[in-house]
Structure formats: C-alpha cells, structure tokens
C-alpha cells in the first residue's frame, strides 16, 4: 500500500521552468516498443503459407482491424490508416497486459499515455476532416446546425479527447489499485494472482479494443 502514490520522476531545471519525467512509464513505454517490434520482426520474418503461431497471431490482427477500419472508412482511406490502427492496438495490448508480469508496470497506468494517444487520434481525425472537406468546410461544420452553437460543438470535440483517454485510464489504474488493496488485505494469497490476470489479459484487451475502435469512429465521423 505504501507504493500506491510512489512516482520516480526525474526533473530537468530549463529557463526557470521545470521539466518533470515519470522514469517507470518511459521505461516500461520502451518495454512496449521493444516488446511490439520485436512480435512485428518475428512475425513477419519467415513467412509460410501454413503460418506459425506468431504469424498467425499477427495476420488475425491485421486482417481483423483492416477489415473493421475498411467498413468504417472505405478501401482507400482504410489502406492508409489501418496501419495506425493495428499499432495503436498493438501498443495498447502489450501495454495493458505489461502488469501481468512481475515488477513491471502498465505505461496506460498513468494518465500523460492515454492522453497522449488520444490527442494523436484526435489530431488525426481532424487531419482526415481537413484533407477531405475542405478548410472551407471544415470550420463551417462547427457552426451548425446555428451559428451560436459553435462554443459547444468546440467543446464536444475537445471532449472526445476527455472521455477516450480517462476510460481507459480509469479501468487500467481502477484495476491496479484493487489488486493492491486485495493483496494487502490477503496477504497475496490466490485471489489477487487471479484478478491480475483478470484485469491485465480480459479488461486490459477489451479496453485496448474500445480504445481502438473509438479512434476509428472518429476518424470516420470527420470524413462525413
């Protein structure tokens, strides 16, 4: 319990400001890339008509998200984004089940990471709604249905940013802090090995598949 609020950062003095660096999240996040190019190489290095597990693995989800990101958006926008897609899903995943492993920690666990990805979606799908609209276009979009009600459909967008990158943040630390209270009142005894389990392999793929799925509908929703 005495971990619960225990944080290494590192600090960086520059003109007066001060730059703060959680060390344990830009650890494990290089845990994750390590961990996702190596699956990628190894994957993708000998590849068989009859593939191995890896391959497998690793066609199922490209073939999967490809697919959902191709109903979503259409064959020519999917075979530009769905690359995107599939890493971001990836990263999630290997991310949120990072905590299964002893002394290592989700990178999703804080905040700045799910954040982080949901600006990236966010500054993508408007990318997307520029590109395809028109600037013109674009910016009128956000004074209709009146004028006036530019101010909230500013705020609705900026909202999706809230809501994608607190629920995923919300159910990664919700879940870490049971399994410590639990273990701390049980003494690590059988229940908390389980709900690691649960928590990293069932919630941490569901969530990184919401997560996914929900940077793709607003992809698709600035493309209309």
Not at 68 to 93: K, S, W
């Amino acid at each position: 319990m005495d971990r619960l609020g225990e944080i290494h950062q590192l600090l960086i003095p520059l003109s007066g400001y001060t730059i703060t660096i959680n060390l344990e999240v830009l650890v494990m996040t290089g845990i994750v890339f390590l961990l996702a190019l190596t699956f990628g190489f190894v994957a993708s290095r000998q590849k068989k008509i009859l593939p191995g597990k890896l391959q497998l693995i690793g066609e199922l989800i490209v073939l999967t998200f490809f697919g959902l990101t191709e109903e979503a958006l259409g064959r020519t926008h999917a075979r530009t984004y769905a690359p995107l897609i599939c890493a971001l899903f990836i990263f999630l995943l290997i991310s949120n089940w990072l905590g299964i492993l002893p002394h290592l920690e989700e990178p999703t666990r804080d905040l700045n990471t799910p954040l982080s990805l949901g600006i990236l979606g966010f500054v993508v799908a408007h990318y997307v709604g520029i590109r395809n609209k028109g600037f013109k276009v674009y910016i009128k979009s956000y004074f209709e249905p009146v004028f006036f009600l530019m101010p909230l459909n500013v705020i609705g967008e900026l909202a999706k940013i809230v809501s994608i990158s607190f629920r995923l943040f919300g159910n990664i630390m919700g879940g870490a802090i049971i399994i410590l209270v639990v273990s701390y009142l049980t003494y690590s005894i059988l229940l908390p090995p389980f709900l690691n389990i649960f928590f990293g392999l069932f919630v941490g793929t569901i969530q990184a598949f919401v997560f996914t799925m929900l940077t793709v509908v607003y992809i698709s929703v600035q493309l209309k």
